[in-house]
């Protein structure tokens, strides 16, 4: 079983970074594919973005493009979601999900779920 922690959400304001990670234990990080997901109030969880097992391939959210940056240390287990010039409609609570497949950007392919953390962006 693979157990996923989110951390660094936090309330911002627009313009403002925030770096969120995922800690993966139960298995090696590097089996996995792994995505962040969001999701706002009254609306679906839609993808973010996603990066491979190990040579790092990434793909990103029209929206969010050349803004956030995916990233991962597998030595140390954790997946890092780095997001630079927040806005307002950046706010959600960010899931990070595990699967052995590819560079997925459905929910459905994903085998294994964190909590969440809330980020939050004032305006």
């Known amino acids: 079983q693979v157990q996923l922690v989110e951390s660094g959400g936090g309330l911002v304001q627009a313009g403002d970074s925030l770096r969120l990670s995922c800690v993966v234990s139960?298995?090696?990080?590097?089996?996995?594919?792994i995505g962040w997901f969001r999701q706002a109030p009254g609306t679906a969880r839609e993808f973010v973005a996603v990066?491979?097992?190990?040579?790092?391939?990434?793909v990103y959210a029209d929206p969010v493009m050349g803004r956030f940056t995916i990233s991962r240390d597998n030595a140390g287990n954790t997946v890092y979601l780095q997001m630079n010039s927040l806005k307002p409609e950046d706010t959600a609570v960010y899931y990070c999900?595990?699967?052995?497949?590819?560079?997925?950007?459905?929910?459905?392919?994903?085998?294994?779920w964190g909590q969440g953390t809330q980020v939050t962006v004032s305006s």
């Open positions: 139960g298995r090696a990080i590097s089996n996995y594919v």
């Open positions: 990066i491979g097992r190990s040579t790092g391939s990434t």
């Open positions: 999900a595990a699967n052995r497949g590819g560079l997925y950007r459905t929910t459905y392919a994903y085998d294994f």
